[in-house]
């Protein structure tokens, strides 16, 4: 589940406002804007800046980690690499955001969204003739959790 909470006002000031998740019960909050989790709970305080919306995923249980599954371990330069991401017993779908890296670098032309649950969801990665060989990191980083899913691809 989603919560937005929205404070219509003059000006920009923030104020604190109590958030009680009375017909839900306690649940795992994040603070999608804060990129924080909250634990669970059934009660919690955020500062409200008027006229900005914050956001809050609620989650009966702590969701479990992603995975991510290549199709293959490796590839040669000028293959596409084909890779799914699922997050095992999921309740819904999670937004991810997948970068590449090979070593210490990003490889930013890789950087791609994605919306992935417990059914897998593909994507690709084409190795391009003139991408750097060697090892890549895929990171695949869930923005209601903030957990990040982790494959090491050959590209030779």
Do not use: C, M
Not at 116 to 143: C, H, M, S, T
Request: no cysteine.
């Amino acid at each position: 589940e989603i919560l937005a909470l929205f404070a219509q006002g003059a000006g920009h000031e923030a104020r604190n406002v109590v958030v009680e998740l009375a017909a839900t019960g306690p649940r795992h909050v994040v603070d999608l804007k804060a990129d924080k989790s909250l634990g669970k709970t059934a009660r919690f305080t955020t500062a409200l800046v008027t006229n900005r919306a914050s956001f809050f995923a609620l989650f009966t249980a702590k969701p479990p980690a992603a995975q991510i599954a290549l199709g293959a371990p490796a590839v040669d330069r000028g293959q596409i690499a084909k890779a799914t991401l699922s997050i095992p017993n999921a309740e819904g779908l999670h937004p991810f955001r997948i970068r590449v890296f090979a070593g210490d670098r990003e490889l930013d032309w890789h950087a791609q969204n994605l919306l992935a649950g417990k059914d897998p969801a593909p994507f690709v990665l084409p190795a391009a003739w003139n991408d750097p060989a060697g090892d890549y990191e895929i990171r695949a980083i869930d923005q209601f959790t903030g957990q990040t899913a982790k494959a090491t691809l050959k590209v030779r």
